[in-house]
């Protein structure tokens, strides 16, 4: 179990930069979640995968935002024409049907500029 | 949708005990707690998965109210270690993703 990866850690970008973030989640793990937590707040729901179907993403959530998780591997989440508003950790996270917990990830820190 | 956690911030000598409490408005399948640390990720403490019932971890341990929708998290004779953001994150009933939903946290600090 080398637990969830994720890349890059920190990511600092102008305003109006499009932006990529991977996540490599545990192996057998065929739910994938996407979360965004700010200075002070719980994470936030963004999205979730089961398997390569994105089956759920908030209503909250702009369409600059896109996931992807194809063969159900790796996951993406890009942000495109980033705002100073985008800035925060985003966590990427995963588990198994068989068991109730949730793994997180380290995150990747954005600052957009 | 989020459950309301309090209190919202709790400081404590090193043996001192706290009640962490985490309440939602929906019907819940489980309450889950995280301990994160200042720049890190949530760490799973303990699932709660029926009602009334309490789960352990070391001198952690939390009950789970179905009826009331009310999880709380005791921490007792508290160490330094303890202290960090405590959240509870919120398995709505019938919500087939199995998606966390996370209260704002209780920031928990030990002092010497």
């Known amino acids: 179990d080398t637990g969830v990866s994720q890349n890059p850690r920190h990511k600092i970008t102008k305003r109006g930069q499009n932006v990529t973030f991977r996540c490599d989640p545990i192996?057998?793990?065929?739910?994938l979640y996407w979360y965004r937590q700010t200075l002070g707040q719980g994470p936030e729901f963004l999205t979730y995968?089961?398997?390569?179907?994105?089956?759920?993403k908030s209503r909250l959530l702009s369409d600059r935002f896109s996931a992807e998780r194809p063969k159900g591997s790796f996951s993406t989440l890009e942000i495109q024409r980033t705002e100073q508003g985008d800035s925060a950790m985003y966590l990427c996270?995963?588990?198994?049907?068989?068991?109730?917990?949730?793994?997180f990830g380290s995150g990747t820190q954005l600052s957009v500029l | 949708q989020q459950p309301v956690q309090s209190p919202q911030a709790v400081i404590l000598r090193e043996g001192e005990d706290a009640v962490i409490n985490c309440s939602s408005s929906?019907?819940?399948?489980?309450v889950h707690w995280y301990r994160q640390k200042h720049g890190e990720a949530p760490v799973f403490l303990m699932i709660?998965?029926?009602?009334?019932e309490q789960k352990g971890h070391e001198k952690i341990s939390a009950s789970f109210n179905e009826k009331k929708q009310q999880s709380s998290l005791y921490l007792t004779a508290s160490q330094l270690s303890y202290s960090g953001t405590y959240f509870c994150?919120?398995?709505?009933?019938?919500?087939?993703?199995?998606?966390?939903?996370f209260g704002s946290g209780t920031r928990l600090l030990v002092r010497p």
């Open positions: 996270a995963s588990k198994s049907d068989d068991n109730e917990k949730l793994f």
């Open positions: 192996s057998e793990h065929n739910r």
């Open positions: 995968f089961q398997n390569e179907a994105q089956l759920e």
């Open positions: 929906k019907a819940l399948y489980s």
């Open positions: 709660l998965l029926k009602g009334g």
């Open positions: 994150g919120t398995e709505i009933f019938g919500d087939s993703s199995y998606k966390l939903i």
